[in-house]
């Protein structure tokens, strides 16, 4: 009897979990946080994309210790070649400022590069739910979150909403 009542109370807990839409639009506290540009200057991520407005961004969450983002840049560097219409930012998660400089150099990544102050616990990074990178993002021509989560530069549904 215990069996049953606990597996009716687990069947009705799933069954109630409702998945729930990802985010359209950056929170204020995502788009107050700031970033470090290669000049050393602080910018909002609100003015990032205000720098972008009328173009789609594909965002780039990466750093430069990162095998997997590495090993996907020759994806992402065909994205680029495909799309070129298109503004790319990346936002490092890299530990330093230097290592972030060097990682750009030394991997030829093209784009239009910040620094993230705060990594893992800045307030971007908690509204995207940042659990891994790479992480990629797209977003529209208005400002809009198209597509939300990516991991991998050759996830189909990247260039579904780049068109």
Known sequence: ??????????????????????????????????????????????????????????????????????????????????YDEVAYVFLSMDKTQ???????????IVGEHYFMTSGWNSAFSKFVDLDWVPRYMVVDKEGNIKLFRAIKANDPKIKEHLK
Do not use: H
Not at 40 to 61: A, C, F, N, Q, R
Not at 98 to 108: A, F, H, M, T, V
């Open 98 to 108: 230097k290592s972030w400089k060097n990682g750009i150099e030394k991997y030829g």
């Open 1 to 82: 009897m215990k069996l049953i009542i606990i597996t009716l109370f687990v069947g009705a807990f799933f069954l109630n979990c409702e998945a729930q839409p990802e985010p359209t639009a950056f929170s204020e506290d995502a788009l107050k946080d700031t970033f470090i540009n290669p000049k050393g200057e602080s910018v909002s991520l609100e003015s990032i994309l205000e720098t972008y407005k009328g173009k789609t961004i594909l965002i780039d969450v990466w750093a430069s210790w990162c095998r997997d983002c590495i090993v996907g840049l020759p994806n992402l560097k065909a994205l680029q070649k495909e």
